[in-house]
């Protein structure tokens, strides 16, 4: 049975999938001391890797080459923001930017000067045995694309490796204070720069999962915001892999919304509930009061190796 | 007009909002907050502009114009005056919160050319015309060059000024440069010098939008801006965030756009391309900017 309780927390988990995967990502990069603003960047092209990949060898070479091409977006930011050790809020604006502006040209070069409309196989929900048959969250949990259960199983391995492990406890060494850091042998630079990395493979998945677990093509600019909306999250989920996870699911919810509102044939206009998202990232961050439980040397630049 | 002459008015038409937006960026980044935001805040003024242009009764003939251009100035303010409002009680990032009010600007002005402010025959997601009272007076008769380009020349001049030579401009730059230390030096209340330049800011890409609507497009549409605030971006770094060095790198940008335009008319190179310029341009400005500081540090 599908009653309209049950659609809605479906289409939370859906909207929240491509959030908590950039969103956990984002955490593990900003553990490191760095704020990756060019996220959005390595979102979008994610998104036209996939189309890209999947043209090739169906919906995991999608995702495979949606990593890559995310990985590669997160590398040019990591060269200018960590190497070069440039303000990371203007590299991140420029790589942002670049791949917005990149993903749509290159996208009309491959699939001609309209962008001729192009679908993609995508994912089919897959329902877990037994687990899909809990009252209420049984089919919002378990009933959805593969993609959601591969971050079912990334949020616990990030959790342990983040504060288990000792590359772990180094990466958080780094953020909190990079001098004492260095100083206990830590190359930090390397580990920020594997960081970046990790976040941006995340976003490029994330990126996979708009158009293989949701939309089957590619539009210009269809990451929509959804790189800085992670990074509200991650503010939000307190720089915690579970706590973005969760936070993701609130932003899922204001997504989600606008289809419950427009199935209930309501009045109010659809622009309402697509600003809402933005909104909520707003009220979000003021109700946490921003930066506070930050890792301390977040952004910072100032030290030496 | 020769092509060359039309090629110039158009470079100076695009240059205009593109000079504008890039004035507010420099001054916000100078006072070292993070302005991703003219975008809204243009798309906001122009907003207001619009407003008043199609309810402006004609009677009142060119005074249209001006309450349309303070209008617009007022509304890019309040539009970032949100964001300085959030960085200051809450602590907010103001790169997220601009950011997100960009987006949030964009729909409520799809919501209002849909709905209020739609034209009469309810057809087209647009205002109806601005009253000719509202309509920017042109510079050069035959062409399509108005009097905002002027404006534009004139803010950066005076911008330029006040940034060297007056007590706020020092003030500004003091808190932008270092914070702590302006604090400390005190006399400099570097939390109020840095809101009033994030407003400050804000204002001069209300202006733009207005001054966009008013001399430009005349009415207001769904994506009246294609991104000036991110070119913003790239025009105020590259001049070195100096105002008059804006003047240039304005001009220049606003014939990159022409160009790309005319690119894809011609030999269909996408006009997306000159967004990927223009973040190489931020990049290679940056990266060079680094290089020679992390050689003066020994640190490379």
């Known amino acids: 049975m599908i009653d309209g309780t049950s659609a809605f927390l479906e289409g939370v988990v859906r909207t929240a999938t491509p959030l908590a995967l950039a969103a956990l990502g984002e955490t593990v990069t900003e553990r490191s001391g760095i704020i990756n603003i060019g996220l959005e960047g390595s979102i979008i092209a994610g998104a036209l890797g996939a189309v890209v990949g999947a043209g090739y060898g169906g919906v995991w070479a999608g995702f495979a080459f949606a990593a890559v091409c995310g990985c590669a977006v997160a590398a040019i930011f990591a060269l200018f923001?960590?190497?070069?050790?440039?303000?990371?809020?203007?590299?991140?604006?420029?790589?942002?930017?670049?791949?917005?502006?990149?993903?749509?040209?290159?996208?009309?070069?491959?699939?001609?000067?309209?962008?001729?409309?192009?679908?993609?196989?995508?994912?089919?929900?897959?329902?877990?045995?037994?687990?899909?048959?809990?009252?209420?969250?049984?089919?919002?949990?378990?009933?959805?694309?593969?993609?959601?259960?591969?971050?079912?199983?990334?949020?616990?391995?990030?959790?342990?490796?983040?504060?288990?492990?000792?590359?772990?406890?180094?990466?958080?060494?780094?953020?909190?204070?990079?001098?004492?850091?260095?100083?206990?042998?830590?190359?930090?630079?390397?580990?920020?720069?594997?960081?970046?990395?990790?976040?941006?493979?995340?976003?490029?998945?994330?990126?996979?999962?708009?158009?293989?677990?949701?939309?089957?093509?590619?539009?210009?600019?269809?990451?929509?915001?959804?790189?800085?909306?992670?990074?509200?999250?991650?503010?939000?989920?307190?720089?915690?892999?579970?706590?973005?996870?969760?936070?993701?699911?609130?932003?899922?919810?204001?997504?989600?919304?606008?289809f419950f509102f427009q199935a209930s044939g309501s009045n109010l206009p659809y622009q309402l509930f697509l600003a809402f998202p933005y909104v909520l990232t707003l009220l979000a961050l003021a109700a946490t009061r921003g930066r506070t439980n930050s890792p301390a040397a977040l952004g910072r630049q100032d030290f030496e190796q | 007009?020769?092509?060359?002459?039309?090629?110039?008015?158009?470079?100076?038409?695009?240059?205009?909002?593109?000079?504008?937006?890039?004035?507010?960026?420099?001054?916000?980044?100078?006072?070292?907050?993070?302005?991703?935001?003219?975008?809204?805040?243009?798309?906001?003024?122009?907003?207001?502009?619009?407003?008043?242009?199609?309810?402006?009764?004609?009677?009142?003939?060119?005074?249209?114009?001006?309450?349309?251009?303070?209008?617009?100035?007022?509304?890019?303010?309040?539009?970032?005056?949100?964001?300085?409002?959030?960085?200051?009680?809450?602590?907010?990032?103001?790169?997220?919160?601009?950011?997100?009010?960009?987006?949030?600007?964009?729909?409520?002005?799809?919501?209002?050319?849909?709905?209020?402010?739609?034209?009469?025959?309810?057809?087209?997601?647009?205002?109806?015309?601005?009253?000719?009272?509202?309509?920017?007076?042109?510079?050069?008769?035959?062409?399509?060059?108005?009097?905002?380009?002027?404006?534009?020349?004139?803010?950066?001049?005076?911008?330029?000024?006040?940034?060297?030579?007056?007590?706020?401009?020092?003030?500004?730059r003091a808190s932008g440069v270092n914070p702590f230390a302006a604090r400390s030096a005190g006399l400099i209340d570097v939390s109020r010098v840095t809101a009033v330049a994030f407003v400050v800011s804000g204002a001069i890409a209300g202006m733009a939008g207005a001054i966009e609507v008013s001399g430009v497009t005349f009415a207001l549409y769904e994506n009246i801006s294609p991104g000036y605030g991110y070119t913003a971006i790239a025009v105020a770094l590259l001049a070195g965030l100096n105002t008059l060095g804006v003047i240039g790198t304005g001009i220049l940008f606003g014939a990159l756009e022409t160009a790309a335009g005319a690119m894809q008319r011609n030999i269909g190179i996408p006009s997306t391309t000159a967004s990927v310029i223009e973040a190489i341009v931020i990049l290679v400005v940056i990266a060079i900017a680094q290089l020679r500081a992390n050689r003066v540090t020994g640190t490379a």
């Open chain 1, 81 to 258: 923001a960590v190497t070069l050790r440039a303000d990371q809020i203007i590299s991140g604006t420029a790589v942002t930017l670049l791949a917005l502006g990149g993903t749509g040209t290159l996208y009309r070069i491959l699939y001609g000067s309209a962008g001729a409309a192009l679908n993609t196989p995508t994912l089919d929900p897959t329902p877990i045995p037994l687990l899909s048959q809990l009252p209420v969250v049984g089919r919002a949990l378990f009933v959805q694309p593969s993609i959601t259960y591969v971050l079912y199983v990334l949020v616990p391995v990030v959790t342990w490796w983040t504060y288990r492990t000792h590359a772990g406890l180094g990466l958080r060494a780094i953020g909190e204070n990079p001098a004492a850091a260095i100083a206990a042998g830590i190359r930090a630079r390397k580990v920020q720069f594997l960081a970046v990395l990790f976040g941006g493979l995340l976003g490029g998945v994330s990126g996979g999962t708009l158009v293989l677990a949701q939309a089957g093509t590619f539009v210009e600019g269809m990451s929509a915001g959804r790189g800085f909306i992670a990074i509200a999250i991650v503010v939000l989920g307190r720089w915690n892999p579970l706590g973005a996870a969760l936070a993701a699911v609130v932003f899922g919810a204001a997504s989600a919304l606008q």
């Open chain 2, 1 to 172: 007009m020769t092509e060359t002459m039309a090629f110039v008015v158009d470079m100076l038409v695009h240059a205009t909002p593109l000079l504008i937006t890039g004035l507010a960026v420099a001054i916000a980044f100078r006072a070292g907050v993070w302005n991703i935001g003219a975008d809204g805040q243009f798309i906001a003024g122009a907003t207001a502009a619009a407003w008043v242009g199609v309810s402006a009764p004609p009677e009142i003939g060119w005074l249209a114009l001006i309450i349309a251009l303070i209008a617009g100035v007022l509304a890019g303010a309040i539009w970032a005056a949100l964001a300085a409002w959030l960085r200051s009680r809450f602590g907010v990032l103001e790169v997220i919160s601009t950011i997100m009010l960009n987006f949030v600007a964009t729909y409520g002005a799809s919501f209002l050319v849909r709905g209020p402010l739609q034209e009469p025959t309810h057809v087209y997601p647009q205002t109806a015309g601005i009253v000719d009272g509202a309509h920017m007076p042109i510079l050069v008769a035959g062409t399509r060059l108005h009097w905002g380009f002027v404006i534009a020349l004139v803010l950066a001049v005076v911008a330029w000024w006040v940034m060297k030579y007056s007590a706020t401009g020092f003030r500004v």
